[in-house]
């Protein structure tokens, strides 16, 4: 479904991802681990037409996408759920879930895309007049999520669903991944809680220093030595 082919991309001449290449097969969950500073937001954003590489080549179904803008990528039926949720703080619930419909035209679609987010998070529509910026982190970030499911992705990015929040919110966030994927949307994580994201997804790849270092099943770079030391303290 999303293929990367040989990306880098850079900073006022430093090279932030280098000769990155990987894919996301159709309903696959594809976790990217790495440290801070690996270079996993800047992929993310690249993919979404935030950021322009400096060569490869990003495919969507086989068409190119690499050089889009943003509100491009939108139509085509890839959504980002951003580091830190960055909802409007000062508007309401609602009014935030109809921003991430922008792209949709049809008013029956989007009242579908209400339904189901408010069946994914059942408190959202007790709270749909409630500011945005009054939620706990949890519920921003659950907001977030709803918010990029209301473009009717077939792709949606998450990066760092579970930064902020509460312990006994994440593992409620990772289900809510897994429903999603069941549902048919594919996942491209972004995480750090390395742990969770490879019990949650099909594949993973290891982002180290802008570079692809190693690649895998979930279960099999859960028993991975590498990983283990360097990102689960065991």
């Not at 283990?228 to 303290?233: D, F, I, S, V, W």
Request: charged share 25%; proline share 3%; net charge positive.
């Amino acid at each position: 479904m999303l293929s990367v082919h040989n990306l880098s991309v850079g900073y006022k001449g430093l090279l932030a991802i280098q000769d990155v290449s990987f894919e996301v097969k159709r309903s696959e969950v594809v976790s990217l681990i790495g440290s801070n500073g690996a270079g996993k937001t800047t992929l993310l954003k690249t993919i979404m037409g935030l950021l322009k590489p400096m060569k490869g080549e990003i495919r969507l179904n086989d068409q190119v996408i690499s050089g889009l803008p943003a509100y491009e990528v939108v139509r085509k039926k890839i959504s980002l759920v951003p580091e830190g949720r960055r909802l409007f703080p000062r508007l309401s619930v609602r009014d935030n879930l109809l921003l991430g419909a922008y792209t949709v035209n049809s008013k029956e679609q989007i009242a579908e895309s209400l339904e189901t987010v408010q069946r994914l998070f059942p408190w959202v529509k007790e709270r749909a007049d409630q500011r945005a910026g009054t939620l706990s982190g949890g519920e921003q970030q659950q907001v977030a999520i709803a918010r990029g499911l209301m473009s009717r992705p077939d792709l949606l990015m998450l990066d760092e669903p579970s930064l902020g929040v509460m312990p006994k919110l994440v593992t409620e966030i990772f289900r809510t991944v897994e429903h999603i994927a069941a549902e048919g949307v594919t996942v491209l994580l972004v995480e750090q809680n390395v742990f969770e994201a490879l019990q949650v997804c099909h594949r993973a790849y290891v982002l180290q220093t802008g570079r692809i270092v190693m690649e895998g099943s979930g279960s099999e770079l859960l028993q991975c030595d590498m990983v283990r030391k360097a990102y689960l303290g065991m």
